[in-house]
């Protein structure tokens, strides 16, 4: 008998463990036991958002959830910003974490900011959205339809989803660097890549030491090719990696 799998599922910006939902049912029709968590400040706890929402308050929602739930041999999941968050819980409570994965994301080196991966043009868009849009302290959502269009995978119920649930960004979850003491890195790790290929992240890593921790022994890589938000555009086929992954880890 297939062995059961605990999965914590954690979403990128602007989401909340809504955009896991079908990822979340096809996984337990498997047989695993499966937590999507909305961080602090999204999602049904849009409401709890406040300007000093920072990463370490997202870090602490997944350590407290392992904690409080005594989750153990755990597949820790983050999405986007998440790989940052689920990175820092894992280094905090290595006992509990069996596995790393990240969907269309990777861990950043100790003491780097999210705000530091983007490109300066966006990094200065982003910055003047926050500002003007955002009281600033909040990044709004993104425009949906213009991201979706030409995507395959992306319907309007998708992009009507979205519209309707993604909610503004705590902004200093994106200023606030991540803390590491190393202890995660003994951690096995899967990278699903969506919106780049496995040969894309080999030839940053070897160059860029934003992305030295995207290579390794460590690593195992499975392309799953759609937009950046694939729980959403493909969510079966993206729990049918996660469910095999943790079957041959």
Same mark, same amino acid.
């Given at each position: 008998m297939p062995r059961m799998t605990t999965f914590v599922l954690v979403p990128g910006f602007w989401l909340g463990a809504w955009a896991w939902h079908s990822t979340a049912a096809e996984l337990r029709r498997h047989g695993h036991d499966v937590y999507p968590i909305s961080l602090t400040g999204l999602g049904e706890r849009a409401h709890l958002a406040r300007p000093d929402t920072d990463l370490d308050v997202h870090v602490t929602d997944v350590v407290n959830l392992l904690r409080y739930e005594d989750l153990r041999d755990v597949v820790l999941v983050g999405?986007?910003? &998440?790989?940052? =968050?689920?990175?820092?819980?894992?280094?905090?409570?290595?006992?509990? $974490?069996?596995?790393?994965?990240? $969907?269309?994301?990777? /861990?950043?080196p100790d003491g780097v900011a999210q705000v530091e991966? *983007?490109?300066?043009?966006?990094? #200065?868009?982003?910055? &003047?959205? $926050?500002?003007?849009?955002?009281?600033?302290?909040?990044?709004?959502? /993104? %425009?949906?339809?213009?991201?979706?269009?030409?995507? /395959?995978?992306?319907?309007?119920?998708? =992009? *009507?989803?979205?519209? #309707?649930?993604?909610?503004?960004? /705590?902004?200093? *979850?994106?200023?606030? %660097? =991540?803390?590491l003491t190393g202890a995660w890195e003994k951690l096995p790790r899967l990278g699903v890549l969506s919106s780049f290929t496995a040969a894309q992240v080999q030839g940053v890593a070897a160059t860029l030491p934003l992305y030295r921790h995207m290579a390794g022994d460590a690593w195992r890589y499975e392309e799953l090719p759609t937009w950046h938000w694939p729980m959403l555009s493909r969510p079966i086929e993206l729990a049918a990696v996660l469910h095999q992954a943790r079957l041959t880890a």
């Open positions: 999405h986007s910003y &998440a790989g940052s =968050v689920v990175t820092a819980a894992a280094d905090r409570v290595t006992d509990r $974490v069996a596995q790393l994965v990240y $969907v269309d994301t990777g /861990p950043l991966f *983007t490109p300066p043009a966006e990094r #200065e868009r982003n910055a &003047a959205l $926050v500002a003007d849009h955002g009281d600033g302290w909040r990044l709004p959502p /993104p %425009p949906w339809a213009d991201l979706a269009a030409g995507v /395959p995978d992306v319907d309007d119920s998708i =992009v *009507t989803l979205l519209r #309707e649930r993604s909610v503004d960004q /705590p902004w200093a *979850t994106a200023t606030a %660097p =991540v803390r």
